[in-house]
């Protein structure tokens, strides 16, 4: 009795926590600005992912999604601009403070981004080998619990990136990102060049594990369909700018040009091959 109470207790305590932190600004980009030689390619970004946001960001091909989301975890050091995460300007973090956040967020590269020399168990707990937190028996631990919720088995582990389909290696690349429990996950179309079934695996996944984490997501996509289902945001972005945001169910019925052609591009077909 004694321990369900105090178990209800942390269940309120922790509930408490979400209530006054959702819809918090977690990261915050004011201005933010981003050329190469005379290619202006985000001309002034205004944008907040708030806890608890799942948003989808869409745009063109080449329009600077990969770019804008690199600037949001410091992994592009924008021109001109602002990046907040939690009210901290991240130019101005040191080292230290730069690396605890790196735990706090997940990120799945647009193209994968595993490692072709390291084992799937060793792709997958990368960060925590590298630190030297964990040893190798609890990262291989940690390894087969991340791939049990992308619905891959052990079997898996040692084998090597080039020997997975691609769904798979997405999968995995999935079970990276979530490997340090992140408060946010940033993912780069995590279902570009898959077929329509394996969208939907994945989709399905990206859900879970948001769910299973509690975590804040951003996710690039041009899979409309897709991005009704796994978001309650989505920002568009357009020559440089974020020509429209709002919540999902409003995009429909959105009268922006832009947003209308975009939609109009992308009716009829599924997964994210054009982007
Ligand atoms: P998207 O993800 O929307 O397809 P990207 O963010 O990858 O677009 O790229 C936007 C533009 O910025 C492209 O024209 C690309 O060529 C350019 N770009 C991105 N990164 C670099 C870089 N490191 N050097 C030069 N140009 C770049
Ligand atoms: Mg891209």
Redesign the pocket.
Known sequence: MFWFRAHLRTVEISLSICEETIGTDMIKLTGVK?S??S?E??KGIDLELLRGDSMVLI????????????SMIGL?CPDDGLVEIDGRDLQKMGEVERRTFDDRFGMLF?YGGLFDGMTVWQNIAFKQLQSGRMSEREAREMAADKLSIVNLGSEVSDLYPAELSGGMQKRVGLARAIATNPEVLFL??PTAGLDPIMCNIIYDMILKSVQELGATSFV?TSDMTGARRISNKVAM?HDGRIGWQGATEDLEHSDNPEVRRFLESKSGRSGDVA?
């Not at 091909?61 to 770019?67: E, F, N, Q, V």
């Open positions: 981003k190469f030689n290619l390619v985000l745009g063109g091909s080449g329009s600077g999604k990969s770019l804008l989301m690199k592009m647009q780069d179309e690039i972005l982007a």
